[in-house]
């Protein structure tokens, strides 16, 4: 389905509202363009993991290249989502972009061949290390509060099948990749010891 961007400026929402993509109006503060935004706001911060990946030395080019690619997959895929949340299920069009159970698949599949050669863990990973798995941790946290508003969502309306699942998957994923980027890197992974703040 082609999308056509004209006009950024439209004044349609100075009131407080916005569109949904079928063209209904709601509140900008509405639990569904908050599910909207805050996807929106994890993909930007995937977009600053991806610039400190290019942009910060450590790892080698393959590691950096095989980063970039997945990272980039995701942003495609949160717009995917995005259009999923931003639109009700039964406005949808037949060809309109969603995520599906192929997308929740995959991330699986990278969650477990990301994970295999890390070590165990033996307490909980305090964020950091280096700015990539900064910023893969603080993504991480941003999925966490887009799967609650996402949750909110579905006990109100109606959601596609497969958003929370991905959401959750998702998560998971960014967790497992901000460990494998701090091997990967080269970067020292610091452990919660509890007690000693």
């Known amino acids: 389905m082609a999308i056509r961007i004209n006009r950024v400026t439209t004044r349609g929402g100075d009131r407080g509202e916005t569109s949904l993509a079928s063209g209904q109006r709601v509140a900008k503060d509405s639990v569904r363009i908050r599910c909207t935004g805050t996807v929106d706001e994890l ?6 993991a991806r610039t400190a990946n290019r942009e910060t030395p450590g790892g080698s080019e393959a590691d950096r290249e095989r980063l970039d690619a ?10 995917d989502l995005g259009a999923d949340l931003a639109t009700r299920v039964a406005d949808r069009h037949p060809k309109q972009a969603v995520v599906e159970e192929r997308h929740v698949a995959g991330l699986e599949r990278e969650t477990a061949a990301l994970n295999e050669g890390l070590p165990e863990l033996t307490s909980f990973v305090l964020p950091g290390g280096g ?26 309306e109606e959601i596609g099948p497969h958003a ?34």
Do not use: I, M
């Open 43 to 48: 993909n930007a911060v995937l977009g600053l």
């Open 70 to 79: 997945l990272l980039l997959a995701l942003q495609n895929e949160l717009f």
């Open 131 to 156: 700015w990539v798995t900064a910023f893969l941790h603080e993504a991480r946290t941003v999925c966490r509060r887009a799967e609650r508003l996402v949750t909110t969502l579905a006990r109100e």
């Open 164 to 197: 929370l699942v991905y959401l959750n998957r998702l998560s998971d994923l960014l967790f497992v990749l901000g460990r494998w980027a701090a091997r990967a890197r080269g970067e020292r992974e610091t452990l919660w010891k509890p007690g000693t703040g």
